[in-house]
Nanobody, 124 residues
Framework: QVQLVESGGGLVQAGDSLRLSCAAS????????MAWFRQAPGKERELVAA????????NYADSVKGRFTIARDNAKNTVYLQMNSLKPEDTAVYYC?????????????????WGQGTQVTVSS
């Protein structure tokens, strides 16, 4: 199983940008589909973005489409989430997740490995 560590979260103002990083320690990172989920207090964990093994295809939640971009660098065993035009409703803990079979899904139960999460807070 792959170990995942997120970083890059913080406190920003509405309209600002952040880039989250997820570093993977597994030797077969390029075999995993990767995703970012987020969870706000009292809310269900929801898919933000997911990317295929090669990075050739990606899915986004409607709420972030056009503002967020997911990317991966398999040579560095890292997946990124570039977040632009941040809104207060983006405030949540953001989690990196992996699917070992290389498939992307919108349900968190279908992912095998998870990072510890990184807090993103957007003030108005």
């Amino acid at each position: 199983q792959v170990q995942l560590v997120e970083s890059g979260g913080g406190l920003v103002q509405a309209g600002d940008s952040l880039r989250l990083s997820c570093a993977a320690s597994g030797r077969t990172f390029s075999s995993y589909a990767m995703a970012w989920f987020r969870q706000a207090p009292g809310k269900e964990r929801e898919l933000v973005a997911a990317i295929t093994r090669s990075g050739g295809s990606a899915n986004y939640a409607d709420s972030v489409k056009g503002r967020f971009t997911i990317a991966r660098d398999n040579a560095k065993n890292t997946v990124y989430l570039q977040m632009n035009s941040l809104k207060p409703e983006d405030t949540a803990v953001y989690y990196c997740a992996a699917n070992k079979f290389g498939n992307i899904y919108d349900r968190p139960t279908l992912y095998d490995s998870w990072g510890q999460g990184t807090q993103v807070t957007v003030s108005s």
